[in-house]
């Protein structure tokens, strides 16, 4: 990315889809949890679920600027690029929790994702968004 403006923008659009993918993965993880009484581990895994749909639509429309529609490829390669993620925020989250059980749901929340945070960035710059490569040309 060129300029210091669009390196700048680039990252404000990555934050800033990430605390929208906060707000929907704390929405779903109360509700689940008061709403449903589901304990909260359980809670969980459906909340980031839904938070990485919203995030790949965030990032790839704001983020990366990907044009075209969305693609079932493209969300595998960001599915794929976001394990390694999910399973730092969710770790941070169960082992603040079991460590802390009085912590709240939301401050625990809140640490998985930004221990993440890298991870995904990562993840999706270098494979989920990266820019297609072409096949060389056939050789005469």
């Keep these: 990315m060129a300029g210091g403006a669009g390196r700048a923008r680039h990252i404000l659009s990555f934050g ?20 449903l009484g589901l304990p909260p581990l359980v809670a969980r895994l459906p909340a ?26 493209e ?3 960001y599915s794929a690029a976001s394990g390694l993620a999910v399973a730092v925020n969710y770790l941070t989250f169960a082992a603040l929790l079991l ?3 009085r912590l709240a749901l939301a401050a625990a929340a809140f640490a998985g994702s930004v221990a993440a945070a890298g991870v995904s960035y990562l993840g999706y710059r270098h494979f ?9 040309p056939p050789a005469p």
């Design 16 to 35: 800033l889809t990430g605390l929208g993918s906060f707000g929907v993965d704390l929405a779903v993880l109360l509700a689940l949890r008061h709403g």
């Design 48 to 73: 980031i679920a839904t938070a990485m749909v919203f995030g790949w639509l965030c990032n790839r429309r704001f983020t990366f600027r990907i044009a075209g529609r969305p693609r079932l490829a």
């Design 75 to 77: 969300f595998l390669r």
């Design 99 to 101: 460590a802390l059980p």
């Design 128 to 136: 989920a968004f990266r820019p297609a490569r072409r096949a060389p």
